[in-house]
């Protein structure tokens, strides 16, 4: 069994209430609800929220101590928290993957949200789609756990060396 971090940022835990017209109307009961529905057979999704920087850098730990890939949104944390950018570089550096996700745009939005400190360490960004944005993360993940079991579950005997060098 598959395990996908879900981990989102401040403010998330008030989904479907705080500013609906921007971040939807369902909950976070409800997007943890789609996510499982969306995971394929042998995945497990665990979606967390917290308020609390130091909690959510514990997590970006966890996922390099049990080699779990991370589907983030860091929310305000976005925009400064340095702290949780070296957290989440742990994360790609470790091999593992992390995407950074927004249910709004930030470049459609206040100037102070166009800049993010998690981008450049994170594997990719996907933005501005709602619960889709997850979705699409999660898609990503679970196709790249696939093709990484399928290059390393084939081999190629043709194409085969000694070290040396010399085809054998």
Not at 28 to 57: F, K
Not at 96 to 122: C, D, G, K, M, Y
Request: glycine share 6%; aromatic share 6%.
């Amino acid at each position: 069994m598959t395990t996908v971090l879900v981990l989102n940022g401040p403010n998330l835990g008030r989904l479907g209430s705080r500013e609906p017209d921007v971040y939807g109307s369902a909950d976070l009961d409800q997007l943890r609800a789609t996510l499982v529905q969306a995971a394929p057979a042998g995945v497990t999704v665990d979606v967390r929220q917290t308020d609390d920087e130091a909690e959510l850098i514990h997590w970006l730990y966890e996922a390099v101590d049990e080699r779990i890939p991370v589907i983030l949104n860091p929310a305000a944390f976005t925009h400064y928290s340095y702290a949780l950018r070296d957290a989440a570089a742990l994360v790609t550096k470790a091999g593992l993957t992390l995407v950074e996700v927004h249910l709004s745009n930030p470049h459609a939005r206040e100037t102070f949200r166009h800049t993010s400190v998690v981008s450049a360490v994170a594997t990719g960004v996907i933005a501005g789609f709602g619960f889709n944005s997850y979705r699409l993360a999660l898609d990503f993940i679970t196709r790249s756990l696939v093709d990484s079991t399928d290059s390393t579950d084939s081999t190629d005997s043709t194409d085969s060396t000694d070290s040396t060098g010399t085809a054998r």
